[in-house]
């Protein structure tokens, strides 16, 4: 913009500049207005409701119950199943987005199509399909069995194997999609010069290769532990009692207890845990960019 | 040559576990849709005999499910107006104008996609309780749309900034007013990507399920509302039938969405050589 219009006299210049501003400023008021009123205001409501006692006295005894007994121990298992479920769908995302990188074109993008299309079919309806693929007659099971790796049947659901095997397929697509991206983006040429110097398979994986996706497997890991934290309709509905997790406490909390302070403090804690999940993934692109800049 | 093997070796495992993982991503969703057409839901895969049953008691007398269905559609189209009125304005402040404060209006703008969907869902129960606003179509459709517009926004962000921006100089060049480059020139090169956005706003909304189950009453549940107490509560056969129906609207949706994107792909180019061979010739590309 400023070089094409070097050459012009000043003050149309100022003018015109400003008249873009106020058109920007008039085209963004909508979205402003609309997010601040419907999302700022009312998630700043929840972290007032939840320092403040019944009586309006300012506490923190909401938090003191959220970080004691069984809501302590909720807020474990919430961490223990998103940090198995990031733990999975970063090593199958890896592995996944590795094989179809190396695919020709065309069959990598019906690859990608049956990783992506899933993803924008309701969480539920593929929950259920879960749920009817791991039953005692379900397809796993017949099959496990049919290939005499079991006797009986396993008990896939309503444990942790479910929740994990449920979540981290919910997950994958973010995984996949972003490692697919960042495995694309390798420049060969690279792996080509190390093989050229003698550098073996193993050696070029190690100190090439890994060095280059290590950011974006530290980003991809780190959003689907944020994406499982506040998840519950996959864990809710594949888990037993031992599974349930801040969201669906959160729930149970507003819906069935009326103890909307007591939501609102876990609320606040899930939403100081997602921050400190996106301060680390910031934390590591940096790390990165100064890594590669430093290479080149 | 051992190396040779042992790769090949290697490749051929891998190969072959991401064939396993990625049937597995595809199997729950052809086991639904068979299921469905089967007698006795859920019992075993294959099916032992066929119907069509599960598909009548969907809509047979004192089902929930058209309600249900017919509500979520109500409350997705609202959104999606709304989602869309946001989307364009906003990603025409983004794009084509210079806006003060234009990262933090960015971030705000995408803001409810980082945020955990139940702590949005959270805040706007705070915010329709007290308004006795709770079973509102109207307040789920103000909600969803908080979960909507961030998507609309990205999809029109993108959308403009594909548009070359020499053509609607050159169209002012010529003299058409700000109103006629919109028309003739900003829409219907917009148009594919408004399509595509206005899908994504729709398919969000008709699955959300956080919003829903804190803003719905008895009266108003959604569907996806429906679906979990059916599957959390009282497995009901009939959620395999509407399952499928699910799949194949999101099938559809996407085969539209990629359908909208193909056709609009020729027109600017359409449109560039032309203009680019008339009136704008060489001063757009400049060479550095």
């Known amino acids: ?296 | 040559m051992m190396e040779l093997r042992s790769t090949l070796a290697g490749r051929i495992a891998l190969t072959a576990f991401a064939t396993v993982v990625l049937l597995f991503l595809a199997l729950p969703i052809v086991v639904i849709v068979v299921t469905s057409f089967s007698k006795s839901a859920f019992a075993s895969f294959p099916p032992d005999s066929w119907s069509l049953g599960w598909y009548e008691t969907l809509f047979a007398d004192g089902s929930k499910w058209p309600g249900a269905l017919s509500l979520s559609a109500l409350i997705a189209s609202l959104s999606t107006v709304f989602s869309l009125i946001i989307g364009v304005t906003a990603a025409t402040a983004l794009t084509r104008s210079e806006l003060p404060l234009r990262s933090a209006v960015y971030a705000l703008v995408l803001g409810p996609l980082i945020i955990p969907h139940i702590v949005t869902a959270l805040g706007l129960f705070l915010l329709f309780e007290p308004a006795s606003m709770l079973g509102s179509p109207l307040a789920i459709a103000l909600g969803h749309t908080v979960m909507a517009s961030p998507i609309a926004v990205m999809i029109l962000v993108a959308t403009l900034r594909g548009i070359d921006e020499r053509l609607e100089d050159a169209a002012a060049s010529m003299g058409a007013g700000r109103l006629t480059i919109a028309r003739r020139i900003t829409f219907p090169l917009a148009a594919p990507g408004m399509v595509a956005a206005a899908i994504f706003s729709f398919i969000t909304s008709f699955d959300d399920f956080y919003v829903s189950q804190f803003l719905s009453s008895v009266g108003t549940l959604t569907l996806p509302v429906q679906i979990y107490n059916s599957l959390m509560f009282d497995i009901d056969p009939s959620v395999t039938a509407i399952s499928a129906l699910l799949i194949a609207f999101a099938i559809l949706a996407l085969v539209l969405v990629g359908l909208v994107r193909w056709l609009g792909s020729g027109r600017q180019n359409a449109l560039l050589s032309v203009e680019t061979a008339t009136a704008l010739g060489a001063p757009g590309k400049e060479t550095p």
Not at chain 1, 44 to 65: E, I, R
């Open chain 1, 1 to 296: 913009m400023a070089a094409t219009l070097a050459g012009a006299p000043a003050r149309p210049r100022r003018l015109l500049a400003s008249r873009r501003t106020r058109a920007g400023i008039l085209y963004a008021l909508p979205a402003v207005i609309y997010l601040l009123a419907l999302f700022v205001y009312p998630i700043f409501s929840t972290l007032l409701l939840s320092v403040k006692d019944l009586d309006g006295a300012l506490t923190l005894h909401w938090y003191a119950d959220a970080l004691t007994g069984v809501n302590l121990s909720v807020l474990f298992t919430t961490l223990r199943i998103a940090a198995e479920t990031a733990l999975f769908s970063l090593v199958i995302g890896f592995l996944l987005a590795n094989a179809i990188s190396r695919l020709r074109p065309l069959v990598a993008a019906l690859a990608m199509l049956i990783v992506v299309v899933p993803h924008f079919i309701s969480a539920l309806v593929r929950t259920y399909g879960w749920i009817i693929m791991l039953g005692d007659k379900g397809l796993v099971n017949q099959l496990l069995i049919s290939l005499g790796a079991a006797g009986a049947p396993y008990q896939l659901l309503y444990n942790e194997i479910g929740v994990v095997i449920g979540t981290t397929a919910m997950m994958l697509p973010y995984t996949v999609l972003l490692l697919y991206g960042v495995m694309r983006g390798v420049d060969r040429r690279l792996l080509a010069a190390a093989a050229s110097m003698g550098a073996g398979r193993v050696t070029i994986f190690r100190r090439i290769y890994l060095p280059l996706v290590a950011p974006g497997l530290a980003t991809a890991g780190l959003l689907s532990f944020i994406l499982a934290l506040g998840y519950y309709i996959t864990p809710a509905l594949m888990g037993g009692p031992n599974q349930t997790m801040i969201a669906s406490l959160i729930n149970q909390q507003v819906m069935k207890q009326n103890q909307w302070n007591g939501a609102a403090a876990e609320g606040v804690i899930l939403l100081l845990l997602t921050f400190a999940g996106l301060l680390l993934v910031k934390l590591v692109s940096s790390l990165g960019e100064a890594k590669k800049r430093s290479a080149s």
